[in-house]
Structure formats: structure tokens, C-alpha cells
């Protein structure tokens, strides 16, 4: 199920043009997308909606394929030789005729099939708009990527002039000025320097690549000051776009660091230090010995460091276990003879319990917000919910679960109205934030809530608060409670199952 809200957030500002002959279909649908998109032009065939598209920009053309005078797919032949990445969907009522072929075959963002479904629909024009969206982004990143290369290589070079005299307090500034925005991952450069250097040493590296690998080890991240903070920052798992985003910063680094006399000789190790041993890294997709030595020891230590440092979305391996995945990988992944050189040394390593990903400031706590909170009620969402219950099932945190669960919501919805019903979810959410300053709080499921504390939240008065307040109306609330040390609870879907 769509959420409609969030749709109407992330296309409020898009405009469309809608291309429909049936006057009946076209004045349905255009009043239904205004609920959503800032602007809807409508036009009754291709000859009008090839007009409309030279008058003015629209974000999306959702038309009809068959249509008099001009059909749908002779007018995104026009569209398309104009601006050839316009997002274009179609509506049909037949969904294998040689039209709808024909117009995939152009390319088309999607299609919708007649009668409409309006579920369908909405995940359609969902899908649609994020993509908009991302490559919105995409594109003014890339609009001011040089600006930025030239500024930051002006800046760094601006730093060597000062700070040449001591080579060590330039390297650190530098990685410094990258984790000031990336805080999550702080300290990650100089512990893949460290592992690096005695991977080096390990496998008979003269003292002078040992240093060079140690200074790469520092930078091998620079191009992260021209990744988007949607992307750098968020704590979750990338989608396909945006890992395709943070892949970018290997081949900013290098452009940064090759133009600087003082990092020359360090670019080609940074360049290469997403290769992988099997041809399927990046940039350039090195096979195995093309790669430099010093990039294929990078390799394993960045991904080392990756395994055995806590993420939000999984808990940190052991040493022994991320060593045996490396191993897994070798010949595969990573040079064999590196492996067994990390194997050797990289055994001894004494992790930090305390690194991970978690927020720990005010300004780390407000970044984190921007994903996993909850728009409505300023409570964290369903994702963090489940992002927490993976790591309670290993650190034991949190022992008792209590859900909320309103009665009759939807009900009271149909006949109050959607502002209403979310007046009467903000009231319960700050009247749980005040019960419940040890725990952890959620909105799930719509219009549920959920508690995570140590029995530290009186359960009882506390639904007894909201009774009162639900006491003239048709709501009703329920509380269930679930003791985590006897169910093994690690997604929403599992509470899902309890109930």
C-alpha cells in the first residue's frame, strides 16, 4: 500500500501534462493527479500535447497510446528528439498490442493499464516521482561537480602551501575535513591505513611503499566531499542509484589527488582500491594483476575495516569471522597472496567495542532523524524499529516490547476525516514521549505504536492516560507486551505474526 501522503510530499512540486481523448477518462484523472502534482495540463490528442511540451517544462507526461490525429507513441517519437530523458508513462487498454510494444521499445518510464486501477496507479506514479527525484539530485551534483573539484583542489592546495613543512598534520587535516561530514564512519581512513601498512610489511613491501600505501590509506576516501549528503550520510542500505552515486568518489579522488604534485604518486593506489581480483570491481573493472599491489592490499583492508565495524543495519563480525569470509573470497574477490599476507598479520588485531554507527551528539541525532523519523509525530519510523531489533537480538538492550494498538482508526478516519485522525496520533505520540523517557518509540503500522524499554515504562497508567484521551470517540486502545528474552522478535513482520 502506497502512502499517500508521502507521495503528495515528494510530487508537490512537479508538474504533468496528461494526454487522454476521452474527455470522461481525462477530467477523472486530472482531478484525481491534482490532488498530488503542483500542476496538471491536459490535452485531448498528440498534435495538442506536442504543443503543450514546446510551451512549457513538465516533470512527467503520463498519455494514452491511442488517440486521433496524432497517437501517443508518434508523439513521444517528437517528445523524445527534443529532450531524450523526458519521464514519460502510458495508459492502455491492452497491454500486449503492437502500440504498447512499440512505445517500451522507445523506452517509456512505465505504463498503467485501462480501466485504471488506482492502486496500481499510485504505485506507478510512486515509482515515477522517486525516480524524478534522484535524478534531480543526480544532476545538480553532476552540474556543480567541477566547480566543487576545482574549488576543493584549490583549497588543498592553498593547505599544502602552508602546511608542507609537516607532511603528517597535512594528511590528517584533510581525512579530518571528510569525517567532519561523514561522522558515522570516523576513524575508518586511519584504520585502513594501519591495516594496510602491516599488510605491506607482511608480504615483503620496501619502506618506502609502505609509507606510500600508509598515506593512500589516509586520502583513500577524499572523493567523498563530492558525494551528496542524501547519500553519504544515510545510514542504510544504498539503493542501485545511490550506490552508484557513492561510487563516483573513486574516480573524485583521483582527479583531486593526481592534479597535486604532493599526492601524486598516491592517486593510482586510490584509483584502484574498488578493483576486484575477478573483474568485477570499479571503475574500470581491473582483472586481478592488472590492478596495482598496493590497491589489491587496499582492497582487503577497506573491507576488513567494513566487516568488524558496527553498522546500523548489522552487527560488527569477529576478527576470525571476517577473516574467514576473506578467505572465502580469495581468488575471487582479492589476490590470493594478499589474503594470506592480512591472514598472518591482521589475526592480532584488537578491535574498538565502541565503534559504530549509532548517533551519539545532537547534530549526529538530527542528521539520523532525516531517515528514520517519523514525519507525522517526530517518533522514530518502522525502519529504525527494525534496524533496532536486529541489534537488540545481539547487545540485549531492551527486554520487554509493547505495542499500542488503536481499534477503529480507520473508521474514525472515514467519518472524521485524515486531519483529524492525525491530531488525535499526535496526541498519543507526545503524550508516550512524556511517559517513556528511557525507551524507544515508534510509529508502525500506520496508526500503532511501539514501546521498547527494560519495564522502566509504567504500562498500565500509561494506557490508562490514553483511554482518556480516546474517552469521546470511537477509538479504543489495546496493549500487548512481548518479553524479547523469550520471543525472538527481529522485524516488524514478526510482531506481525504475534498478533
Known amino acids: 500500500m502506497i502512502d499517500l501522503k508521502l507521495l503528495k510530499i515528494l510530487s508537490n512540486t512537479l508538474n504533468i501534462l496528461y494526454i487522454e481523448d476521452d474527455l470522461e477518462i481525462q477530467y477523472e484523472m486530472s482531478q484525481y493527479m491534482s490532488k498530488f502534482f503542483h500542476k496538471v495540463v491536459t490535452a485531448n490528442d498528440g498534435i495538442e500535447g506536442v504543443s503543450a511540451f514546446k510551451k512549457e517544462h513538465f516533470d512527467l507526461i503520463i498519455t494514452d497510446l491511442s488517440m486521433p490525429n496524432m497517437s501517443g507513441l508518434e508523439m513521444i517519437e517528437k517528445i523524445r528528439a527534443q529532450k531524450a530523458q523526458q519521464p514519460i508513462l502510458i495508459t492502455s487498454a491492452h497491454s500486449e498490442s503492437e502500440y ?75 581525512v579530518q575535513m571528510i569525517e567532519d561530514r561523514d561522522t558515522y564512519t570516523a576513524g ?90 575477478d573483474g568485477t570491481g570499479y571503475p574500470r573493472g581491473l582483472l586481478n594483476k592488472e590492478t596495482p599491489l598496493l590497491s589489491r592490499i587496499m582492497a ?75 514525519i507525522l509525530t517526530n517518533l522514530y519510523n518502522q525502519s529504525y524499529l527494525d534496524v533496532l531489533l536486529v541489534r537488540n537480538s545481539f547487545d540485549k538492550k531492551y527486554t520487554t516490547l509493547n505495542i499500542f494498538l488503536l481499534k477503529q482508526f480507520s473508521q474514525y478516519n472515514k467519518t472524521m476525516g485524515w486531519h483529524s485522525g492525525d491530531k488525535v496520533l499526535k496526541k498519543i505520540a507526545a503524550l508516550l514521549s512524556s511517559c517513556a523517557d528511557e525507551s524507544e518509540l515508534f510509529r508502525v503500522f500506520g496508526d500503532d505504536f511501539i514501546l521498547l524499554d527494560n519495564n522502566n515504562c509504567n504500562i498500565s497508567d500509561t494506557k490508562q492516560s490514553i483511554d482518556s484521551l480516546l474517552e469521546n470517540i470511537i477509538i479504543s486502545c489495546e496493549v500487548k507486551s512481548f518479553d524479547l528474552q523469550k520471543n525472538t522478535i527481529n522485524s516488524a513482520s514478526d510482531i506481525e505474526k504475534l498478533l
Open 300 to 374: 582487503v583492508a577497506d573491507t576488513f575495516d567494513a566487516m568488524t565495524t558496527n553498522r546500523v543495519y548489522k552487527g560488527r563480525k569477529s576478527v576470525n569471522q571476517a577473516i574467514d569470509e576473506l578467505l572465502s573470497l580469495k581468488n575471487i574477490q582479492y589476490d590470493p597472496e594478499v589474503i594470506e599476507a592480512a591472514q598472518v598479520v591482521l589475526k592480532n588485531i584488537v578491535l574498538d567495542e565502541d565503534i559504530n554507527q549509532l548517533p551519539h551528539t545532537d547534530v549526529e541525532k538530527e542528521r539520523f532523524s532525516y531517515f528514520y523519523n517519523d
Open 100 to 174: 504498447m510494444i512499440n512505445a517500451i521499445k522507445l523506452g517509456i518510464d512505465g505504463y498503467i493499464i485501462k480501466p485504471f486501477d488506482y492502486e496500481q496507479l499510485n504505485y506507478e506514479l510512486f515509482k515515477i516521482v522517486e525516480k524524478i527525484r534522484k535524478y534531480a539530485q543526480n544532476e545538480e551534483y553532476k552540474r556543480h561537480l567541477k566547480h566543487m573539484i576545482t574549488q576543493k583542489t584549490s583549497e588543498l592546495n592553498s593547505m599544502i602551501s602552508f602546511q608542507k613543512y609537516n607532511y603528517d598534520k597535512t594528511l590528517f587535516s584533510m
Open 188 to 277: 575508518h581512513s586511519e584504520r585502513v591505513a594501519h591495516y594496510s601498512k602491516i599488510i605491506a610489511e607482511e608480504m615483503g613491501c620496501s619502506k618506502e611503499e609502505c609509507k606510500r600505501i600508509y598515506q593512500a590509506g589516509i586520502l583513500h576516501d577524499i572523493g567523498k566531499i563530492a558525494t551528496p549528503d542524501v547519500v553519504l550520510l544515510n545510514p542504510k542500505k544504498l539503493n542501485e542509484l545511490e550506490y552508484k552515486l557513492i561510487q563516483e568518489h573513486v574516480e573524485v579522488g583521483y582527479k583531486l589527488l593526481v592534479n597535486i604534485p604532493m599526492f601524486e604518486d598516491l592517486a593510482d593506489i586510490v584509483h584502484a582500491h574498488h578493483e576486484r581480483y
